[in-house]
């Protein structure tokens, strides 16, 4: 091997070790790990909400179908929240469907919707310009 090659192989285990080390403290670090895991019963109503494509006509984060409202923030609107939800649960209307859910699939819906609305604000519009450029949102418990 002549000397030339010798020190391209030098550098090229040099990076890769960098390259290791880096992505260690990349994939390890907290910054990664979800700051909102769900409870086990909003896991159920996650799944009704999907089953029953609840998505199809409302939002979370705006992203959904777009015949009914977007329900990120309506556990805690103060004109709404559980009981509210609880009643549209149970009756439809007139554009959305009556479901037969048990009191226990209303009860894992509701929440969902509560986890959902902890997360944060839809649409939010606090937010500030930092000096750097960057704009940052304001989240619901500082997160
Ligand atoms: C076929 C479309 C459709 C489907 C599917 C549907 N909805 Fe609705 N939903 C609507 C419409 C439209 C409204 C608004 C009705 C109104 O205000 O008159 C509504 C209203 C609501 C409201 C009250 C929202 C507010 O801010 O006033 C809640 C809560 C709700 N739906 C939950 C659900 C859940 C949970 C599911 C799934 C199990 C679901 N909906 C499935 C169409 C639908």
């Given at each position: 091997?002549?000397?030339?090659?010798?020190?391209?192989?030098?550098?090229?285990?040099?990076?890769?070790?960098?390259?290791?080390?880096?992505?260690?403290?990349?994939?390890?670090?907290?910054?990664?790990?979800?700051?909102?895991?769900?409870?086990?019963?909003?896991?159920?109503?996650?799944?009704l909400?999907?089953?029953n494509?609840?998505?199809?006509?409302?939002?979370?984060?705006?992203?959904?179908?777009?015949?009914?409202?977007?329900?990120?923030?309506?556990?805690?609107?103060?004109?709404k929240g559980p009981v509210y939800i609880n009643a549209f649960l149970n009756s439809g209307v007139k554009?959305m469907p009556k479901f037969q859910f048990s009191e226990n699939e209303k009860a894992a819906i509701i929440?969902?919707?509560?986890?959902?609305?902890?997360?944060?604000?839809?649409?939010?519009?606090?937010?500030?310009?930092?000096?750097?450029?960057?704009?940052?949102?304001?989240?619901?418990?500082?997160?």
């Amino acid at each position: 091997m002549s000397k030339i090659t010798k020190r391209y192989i030098f550098v090229i285990a040099i990076l890769l070790a960098l390259f290791s080390v880096y992505n260690y403290f990349i994939y390890t670090s907290e910054a990664y790990t979800a700051t909102a895991a769900l409870s086990p019963q909003a896991v159920k109503g996650q799944e009704l909400w999907q089953e029953n494509n609840c998505w199809s006509c409302h939002q979370l984060y705006g992203l959904g179908g777009y015949l009914g409202p977007d329900l990120t923030n309506v556990y805690s609107h103060p004109d709404k929240g559980p009981v509210y939800i609880n009643a549209f649960l149970n009756s439809g209307v007139k554009s959305m469907p009556k479901f037969q859910f048990s009191e226990n699939e209303k009860a894992a819906i509701i929440e969902y919707l509560r986890m959902v609305d902890e997360t944060g604000y839809y649409p939010n519009f606090d937010a500030s310009i930092e000096n750097s450029g960057w704009v940052t949102l304001k989240y619901k418990n500082g997160r």
